[in-house]
């Protein structure tokens, strides 16, 4: 098992910047993915950035530049604690969602993916308002 605990949201003015971390500590297994995603009410949670390896990372179109997901630990596994953060910079008021962490395991061979269904664990989440 994997416990995820985020913090680090709350309210900021549009163009500002925040920094959301998530305690990761588990058991993890190789092929490890650390994912951010967020939700809005009555939307789907959506994929903000994932990473995994020796630090490949992905992004959706919209957020490249503004967001940066960054983790302590290359390819954690056994038991371990993990740092996972996510810098966000020129915040609009669009970035306005829950945020939550979460770990999953990739196939061998295959990169992360945005799927939510493809990751096993998640925090409480963290809201973040822009103003």
């Known amino acids: 098992d994997v416990q995820l605990v985020e913090s680090g949201g709350g309210p900021v003015q549009a163009g500002g910047s925040l920094r959301l971390s998530c305690e990761a500590s588990?058991?993890?297994?190789?092929?490890?993915?650390m994912a951010w995603f967020r939700q809005t009410p009555g939307k789907e949670r959506e994929a903000v950035a994932y990473i995994y390896g020796r630090g490949v990372t992905y992004y959706p179109d919209s957020l490249k530049g503004r967001f940066t997901i960054s983790q302590d630990s290359q390819e954690p596994q056994g038991n371990a604690k993990i740092l996972l953060t996510l810098q966000m910079n020129d915040l609009i008021p669009e970035d306005t969602a829950s945020y939550y962490c979460a770990t999953g395991q990739r196939v061998r061979g295959l990169p992360c993916t945005t799927r939510q269904s493809d990751y096993d664990y998640w925090g409480q989440g963290t809201q973040v308002t822009v103003s």
């Open positions: 588990g058991y993890f297994y190789s092929g490890t993915c």
